[in-house]
């Protein structure tokens, strides 16, 4: 049984190596990832996934939208995943549904009107079914290459996506697909736990706790801290990242969402942060363990890099929120 995964951009290599199997493609607003599953058991534990579908099937974009969309949608195919999906959560005869489409070029036709046929197709193979949103069922058509598309019914929820949701939300809160790739680029669980200096709402702190890390969060903010302590739980600390209230020595990694962009700003002269921030990593964490952090490649983060004297042993380039950033690792 084929499989696919949809995570940020960018993180299409994590998630194979999560997989430990699979091919990315991309489909314009997000990383795909194929994947073949063992018999018909999906691979939902993905963590740096943000959806898992099944797919229904693959088809090239060489014929008229209305051939292309009956190719995709085959009653065989159909019939087949929603067989997988009704192993997932029960399934009834009337249900509700809807199509999402993402295409690369509207020059040969539109994406709303591949949309509707694909929905006409499926109201007519399943008429106890009807339209909603949201909907018990939903089918995504990707391009995932140019010239290739591929229909999939949806096997997560938002539920995945979100980890349930947060107790508390704060706006430019980090996203738990990528929170899961920043806490697997540092590595397995250490004896010491895992250090958020900039813990925000607390989902480093999750994710790192969900793989078997202990974890420790702080930040500059206090109601970002009593955001974290009711999301995460777990040792929280009040204080500024560049002095940090903890022994040296004290953790096994640091992994931390540096503030960028226009809500949550650097601090005046960022060379001299970054690099205070870098000094005192080192401290709490030691000269071998790993810092990880997520941040654009500004002049001023390449700067304090070059004072503080150790390459990056890795650097995914993210889109996030619109822009262009980076996980780092030292």
Not at 306 to 327: C, H, N, Q, W
Request: charged share 25%; hydrophobic share 45%.
């Amino acid at each position: 049984m084929r499989f696919f995964a949809t995570t940020v951009p960018g993180l299409g290599a994590a998630l194979i190596d999560e997989a430990g199997q699979g091919e990315r493609e991309y489909d314009g607003r997000a990383d795909v990832v194929l994947l073949e599953g063992p018999g018909d058991a999906p691979p939902l534990d993905l963590r740096v996934a943000e959806d898992v579908f099944v797919e229904v099937a693959h088809v090239p974009r060489d014929r008229p939208m209305r051939h292309l969309a009956a190719a995709l949608l085959s009653r065989e195919g159909l019939d087949r995943a929603l067989s997988v999906l009704g192993g997932v959560r029960p399934l009834r005869a009337s249900m509700s549904f809807r199509v999402i489409a993402r295409v690369r070029s509207e020059r040969d036709f539109q994406r709303t009107s591949f949309r509707d046929e694909l929905a006409a197709l499926v109201a007519t193979a399943k008429p106890r079914w009807r339209v909603g949103d949201p909907a018990d069922i939903e089918l995504w058509a990707l391009e995932t290459r140019k010239g290739l598309f591929r229909l999939g019914v949806r096997l997560t929820t938002s539920a995945h996506r979100h980890r349930g949701g947060r107790e508390e939300e704060r706006e430019g809160a980090l996203r738990p697909a990528v929170a899961a790739a920043m806490v697997r680029i540092a590595g397995p669980p250490q004896r010491g736990p895992v250090f958020d200096p900039c813990c925000g709402t607390g989902t480093i702190l999750s994710e790192a706790r969900a793989v078997g890390w202990a974890a420790i969060g702080g930040d500059v903010d206090p109601v970002a801290v009593g955001a974290a302590a009711r999301n995460a739980g777990g040792a929280l600390l009040q204080g500024d990242a560049v002095r940090a209230p903890l022994a040296g020595g004290r953790v096994g990694a640091v992994v931390t969402n540096l503030p960028f962009g226009h809500r949550y700003p650097l601090p005046d002269q960022p060379v001299r942060w970054f690099s205070a921030l870098f000094a005192e990593c080192e401290r709490v964490a030691g000269p071998t363990a790993p810092l990880v952090f997520l941040t654009p490649d500004s002049s001023g983060w390449r700067v304090a890099v070059e004072r503080y004297g150790r390459d990056p042993s890795t650097r995914v380039d993210i889109k996030l929120l619109g822009m262009t950033t980076a996980i780092w690792r030292f």
